[in-house]
């Protein structure tokens, strides 16, 4: 049980193109979805926080109207990578926590994406 | 808000040894502790974890022991194995940050056969 499966795996997009992601805890219902984001060995970074049906909390220094996150089920929540530049080239997680009192957390398999 | 310290950041073992991770953290609030092994290129995967209302955790080969009045946590692997080589991260959480996670660097195990 609680597996999260993320979608694509691997991207490659040119500069100044979009780029969705997509997160989606397959056998529970996660009313909270989290996004972060690692560069090569380094520790996970939080992103931001979505809540289904609600807007996502982001974490000071993202930029929201880059980073579009929208969580519109208790299965899925999408992350839109806007205007991506090089920079934006990071390994992408999500995680879905499940409902109730439960603090656990389950992670997706990861997207890398690659902008060139 | 919560900082949370690991070390060390690399860390080799034998086969059939043991190993420790230590993780500190700062915010008396926090009351779950999750550790996550990460292989290269993967997410990250929950191995065990521990609320503070609890002093020692075990699972087979895994334990997690928690010192609240130290604010510190530490991994025991005993018995290692090759397969357990890869990056292992500790967290910290607690109700009111709305679950989300503060993870400590990590710590790259490698266990030689």
């Known amino acids: 049980g609680a597996v999260v499966s993320q979608h694509p795996s691997r991207v490659i997009c040119k500069s100044g193109t979009s780029v969705k992601i997509e997160c989606r805890s397959l056998?529970?219902?996660?009313?909270?979805m989290f996004w972060y984001r690692q560069f090569p060995k380094q520790s996970l970074m939080l992103m931001a926080t979505?809540?289904?049906?609600?807007?996502?909390?982001?974490e000071q220094g993202v930029e929201k109207d880059k980073f579009l996150i929208n969580h519109a089920s208790l299965t899925l929540s999408t992350l839109t990578v806007t205007s991506a530049h090089p920079e934006d080239s990071s390994f992408y997680i999500c995680?879905?926590?499940?409902?109730?009192?439960?603090?656990?957390?389950?992670f997706g398999p990861g997207t890398r994406l690659t902008v060139t | 808000g919560e900082n949370v310290e690991q070390h060390p950041s690399t860390l080799s073992v034998q086969e059939g040894d043991s190993a420790v991770i230590k993780c500190t953290y700062s915010?008396?609030?926090?009351?779950?502790f999750p550790w996550y092994k990460q292989e290269l290129g993967k997410g990250p995967q929950l191995i065990i974890d521990?609320?503070?209302?609890?002093g020692e955790k075990k699972d087979q080969r895994i334990a997690v022991t928690l010192n609240k009045t130290a604010k510190h946590f530490s991994l025991h692997i005993t018995e290692t194995q090759p397969e357990d080589s890869a990056v292992y991260f500790c967290?910290?959480?607690?109700?009111?940050?709305?679950?989300?996670?503060?993870f400590g660097k990590g710590t790259s195990l490698l266990v030689t056969p």
């Open positions: 995680s879905a926590g499940t409902s109730g009192l439960s603090y656990e957390q389950y």
């Open positions: 056998d529970f219902q996660a009313t909270t």
């Open positions: 979505s809540n289904e049906g609600s807007k996502a909390t982001y």
């Open positions: 915010d008396s609030a926090s009351n779950y």
């Open positions: 521990i609320r503070s209302n609890v």
């Open positions: 967290a910290a959480t607690y109700s009111n940050s709305g679950y989300a996670l503060n």
